[in-house]
């Protein structure tokens, strides 16, 4: 398998004229978060004709607001959910290897402060190590009191006995989802962001493709195939409604139940080192990160069921609380709502379960294949870390539905594929790296990037870093996108949007 070439300029025009003149795929795939794209991806590999459309920007629903972490699950594990969490495993190393550019290892330290912590969670990480297995990244080890101060200087002092120290994968979630649409179009994709499906078609209570409307032309298209693959995350049951038309039908049981997670960002100094801490209950028993990332320290998360799924959903103040509050118990200097620079809030797509009625914490993390009776595949649910292993899993469904053509590639090719990524400028962590003209010339040549907040959001990681520097710096982006040609009039929208991520009323 070869890949074209990475440096081939993906041009929107090109693409929307590709898609007139084929009209017809093998697969189309609705929704560019990380599920939609490792479809794309994992189809194109195959040799199959894809087209992908996302109705915004690709990562621009939950993909781009996870923890960063490529990982098993420990808390998981203690829920004794152990196939996910081997499976979560094996794929942390495959990504790992085949976006050395993006993922990377990272060490964790879970700090003691009760005499019985360091052995009942040392235990059970020990465990973690021997599901990794050949996959391991580094042995678990019991960490003395000086230890765990040296790992983690910032830690709080009083009343700790000690720690143990383990490993897990990082990584940067939006950049990942761009270097798998390069992937994907480099093998032949068409992947368009900002490409709504407005509805599916259907023919003979079959569904024989979508009709898409390009949201900044509103010009529609009907594009058609066998395969008409849902993975819309937290919205992927509007489009499971819109397949029934039916006035006499019932809607279909609802198969995503959302829960928000939110995230916090300080300044580094608040523990000023390369390795995380991990808080394996707080003191409502949820878990707690404290993540290095890109030069600052993440704070988080939540999960809190909630009934509706906006595009930018909001913290509330007690989940704002809840984390600096946490955070302080553990850290020398509590981190106070003057220190926040910013804040977000993701919306998990858990699967439904009945019997989980108002908690969404003991929700199965594992995804689910729906194929309906008019044939559209929907499929919900899963993490980022295993993105890779649910396409395969999508694309066995598929074959077995017999939605491809016949003869299509049993196997998947993904396991050791590549992903592009490394040439990008884009990569840096160096939030003013976007004032070089090269780089918004890069983002918009070769990643898609069409508005302010591509390039600033999830290009670059400014606005989740920062939102008041990402508000300052949005001035200097919008004029090198208007070089560009791209008619761009989100510069108020934008500012709006840094005023929610530093909670602004
Ligand atoms: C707070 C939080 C922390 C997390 N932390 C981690 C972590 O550390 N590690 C990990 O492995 N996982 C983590 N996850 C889980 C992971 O982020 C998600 O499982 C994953 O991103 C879901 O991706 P998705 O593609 O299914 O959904 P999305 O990313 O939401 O993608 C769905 C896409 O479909 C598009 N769409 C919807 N309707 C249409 C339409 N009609 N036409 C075209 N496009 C449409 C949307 O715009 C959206 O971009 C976390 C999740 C949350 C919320």
Request: hydrophobic share 40%; glycine share 8%.
């Amino acid at each position: 398998m070869t890949h074209s070439t990475s440096h081939v300029p993906l041009s929107r025009e090109q693409s929307l004229a590709r898609l007139q003149a084929h009209k017809r795929f093998d697969v189309i795939v609705i929704g560019g978060g990380s599920t939609g794209l490792g479809v794309a991806l994992d189809a194109a590999a195959r040799g199959l004709s894809v087209a992908l459309f996302e109705s915004h920007d690709f990562a621009s629903g939950t993909s781009s607001r996870s923890t960063k972490l490529v990982h098993g699950g420990v808390r998981y594990l203690a829920q004794g959910h152990i196939p996910l969490v081997r499976e979560a495993l094996r794929e942390r190393s495959r990504l790992l290897a085949n976006a050395p550019h993006n993922a990377h290892s990272l060490q964790f330290v879970m700090p003691s402060f009760r005499w019985w912590e360091k052995p009942f969670y040392g235990v059970g990480l020990k465990v973690y190590d021997a599901l990794a297995g050949s996959h391991g990244l580094g042995a678990t080890e019991f960490l003395s009191r000086q230890e765990t101060e040296r790992a983690l200087p910032g830690v709080r002092s009083q009343g700790l006995s000690g720690g143990v120290r383990y490993f897990d994968g990082q990584f940067n979630d939006a950049r990942l989802a761009i270097d798998l649409a390069r992937t994907a179009a480099s093998l032949g994709a068409i992947v368009l962001n900002y490409c709504r499906v407005a509805e599916l078609i259907e023919d003979a209570g079959q569904v024989v493709g979508v009709r898409v409307v390009d949201v900044e032309t509103q010009q529609s298209y009907a594009v058609q195939s066998g395969c008409v693959i849902n993975a819309a995350g937290v919205w992927a049951d509007a489009l499971r409604g819109v397949s029934q038309p039916s006035a006499h039908q019932a809607p279909p049981a609802k198969l995503v139940e959302p829960s928000r997670g939110v995230h916090l960002v300080v300044s580094r100094d608040f523990m000023p080192t390369d390795t995380a801490m991990m808080i394996p209950k707080t003191r409502d028993g949820r878990v707690l990160f404290l993540v290095p990332w890109q030069g600052h320290l993440i704070l988080g998360t939540t999960d809190t069921p909630v009934t509706s799924a906006p595009r930018e959903p909001e913290a509330d103040q007690a989940e704002v609380d809840f984390i600096l509050s946490e955070a302080a118990h553990y850290l020398k200097r509590p981190p106070t709502r003057a220190d926040v620079l910013s804040i977000w809030a993701g919306l998990r797509p858990l699967v439904q379960s009945a019997a989980a009625a108002g908690s969404t914490k003991s929700i199965s993390r594992e995804h689910t294949i729906e194929v309906a009776a008019n044939g559209l595949l929907t499929v919900v649910g899963g993490k980022w870390t295993t993105y890779r292993a649910m396409s395969e899993d999508v694309l066995l469904h598929a074959i077995a539905a017999k939605l491809l053509p016949a003869g299509t590639c049993a196997a998947s090719v993904t396991a050791d594929l590549p992903i592009l990524g490394a040439d990008s400028p884009c990569n840096t962590a160096d939030l003013t790296a976007v004032l070089d003209p090269s780089y918004v010339q890069f983002a918009v040549e070769y990643e898609f990037a069409r508005t302010i907040e591509d390039v600033l959001a999830r290009r670059s990681r400014v606005l989740f870093l920062d939102a008041k520097r990402a508000e300052k710096l949005a001035p200097a982006v919008e004029n090198e996108l208007i070089k560009k040609g791209l008619m761009t009039s989100d510069l108020p929208s934008f500012v709006r949007l840094t005023q929610q991520y530093q909670m602004c009323p």
